[in-house]
C-alpha cells in the first residue's frame, strides 16, 4: 500500500479498504471522524459509528514532519515502525495497560487501536486536580513487566543483541538528546522564554558549569547505556486513566536505554505536577496540601512499587531457570546483593534523568500544560524557579539520595505542601 497522508474525510474510505477493522464496524457508510491529536508529533483520529457509538477505533498516522513545528521540521515516518514493535513488547508483557491494537500499517504508518474513550489523557486531569487512586500501582507494574524481560538479566546475549538492532531508532533519539538533553542549558534558537524569565534565570540552567557537566553525564548514559527496551518517553501526557484503569500509550521513542529514563520520566512529571499545583490548586479554590501529598505518594509508591516488581521478576526469572553463577552455598547473598546494587543504579539514573525531564520543560521547545499553561506570568516563574531548584540538586547529588522518601523531602523542603 503506498502511503497517503490521512484527513478526517479519507479516513471512512481507509477503512473499507483494511478488512480487519471492518468487523468492528457494521455500517462503514455512516462514520463520524475527529482529529483529536494533541501530541507533538503525529495526528490522531477518533472514530464512532453514528447509530452505533460504542463502535470505535482510534487511528494514529505518522507524517513525514513533527507536527508541532510543521513541514519545515522532515522527520521519517519510520518512528510508527518502532511504535508498531514496541506496542507488541508491551502488549505481551503488560497487556492490561496497553490499548488493543487492531490492525498496523508501516505502509501507512500507522496503528488503529482500541478507543480508550472512558479514559482521558493523564496530564489533563492532573491540571483539573484528579486522583488517580490507582496509578503508582498500574504504572509501576507497567514498568517492571516491561523493561526486565528486555534486560540481559532476562535475555542471553544473542537474542538481546539483535533485539537492540531492530530498536535502532537514532531520529527520535536525536529529538530527546537536543530537546532534554542539550538545547535547554544553552541559549539555543529552538528556547522558549516567556517575558518574566531574567537573564539570571536563563544563567541558572545555562552557565553552572557543575550542572552541565552533570547533564553532560545524564546524556552520555542516555545514548550509551542498552539496558532494556525502553517506552522512550513516558511524561503523563503519554498515560490515559480513570480511577479504575491506566493504559500507557505513543511509545514512538522505543529503543534500548538506561532504565531509568523511563522511571524518571514518569515522576520528574509527577515533580512538575507537584510544583504547578502550588498555584493551581489554589486557582481551583482549593487548599494545595490534599493533591500536593497525593502526587508525593504517587512519586513514592511508584518507585518503591517498581523496584520491589522489578526484583520479584528477576528472583522468578532466576527461580525458573536458575543459573550455576549462584549454585554454592553463599549464592543467594551474593544474588541478592547484586539485585541491590543494580536497583540502586537505576535509582541514581531515575533521580537524575528525572531532573533533566523536568529541566527540559521550562526553557525547552516542548512545554507542559501543567505550568506554562498557569495565566500569570509571575506565578508561573515561581513555580518554574522552584523546579529547577529542586532538579539541579537531584541530577548534581543524585548518587547521594538512599531512599525515594528523601527526594519528596527535598520536594517539600523547596516548596512546603501548603
Ligand atoms: C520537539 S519534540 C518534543 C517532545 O515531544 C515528545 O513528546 C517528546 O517528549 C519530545 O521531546
Ligand atoms: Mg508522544
Known sequence: MEYRQ????TVPGFLKDSPSVQQIFSNLDDLEVEEVGDGNLNFVYKVRQRKN????????????????????????????????????????YCPHHVP????????????VMQNLNRHAVLRGEMIQGKVFPELAEHISSFLANTLFPTTDWCMTGGEKK???????????????????????????????????????????LQQDSQLKVAVAEMKFTFM??????????????????????TYVIDPEFAFFGPIGFDVGAFIGNLFLAYYAHEVRQKMLGREPFEYRNWILRTAKETWNQFQAKFEANWVAHEQDAPSSYWNYPEGQIGFALQRQRFLHHIFEDTIGFAACKMMRRIYGLAK????????DLKARLG????????????????????????????????????
Open 224 to 245: 550509551n547505556h542498552s539496558e532494556a527496551l525502553l517506552h522512550g518517553d513516558l511524561h503523563i501526557g503519554s498515560i490515559m486513566a480513570n480511577e479504575e484503569e
Open 100 to 111: 488493543k491494537i487492531y490492525y498496523s500499517s508501516t505502509d501507512m504508518s500507522l496503528v
Open 162 to 204: 539483535a533485539m537492540v538492532g531492530r530498536f535502532i531508532n537514532p531520529e527520535l533519539c536525536k529529538i530527546t538528546e537536543d530537546f532534554v538533553l542539550t538545547n535547554p542549558y544553552e541559549d539555543h534558537e529552538t528556547n522558549v522564554y516567556h517575558d518574566e524569565v531574567t537573564q539570571a534565570d536563563k544563567d541558572y
Open 53 to 92: 457509538p460504542e463502535q470505535t477505533v482510534v487511528i494514529k498516522q505518522a507524517v513525514p514532519f513533527l507536527r508541532i513545528v510543521g513541514e519545515s521540521w522532515p522527520l521519517s515516518r519510520t518512528r510508527m515502525n518502532f511504535e508498531i514493535q514496541a506496542l507488541e513488547h508491551h502488549t505481551k
Open 383 to 418: 513555580v518554574e524557579r522552584n523546579v529547577m531548584r529542586m532538579a539541579k540538586v537531584m541530577v548534581q547529588q543524585r548518587g547521594s539520595f538512599r531512599s525515594i522518601e528523601e527526594l519528596t523531602a527535598l520536594a517539600q523542603e523547596i516548596s512546603p505542601l501548603r
Open 368 to 375: 507542559v500544560a501543567d505550568i506554562a499553561e498557569i495565566p
Open 6 to 9: 490521512l484527513s478526517p474525510e
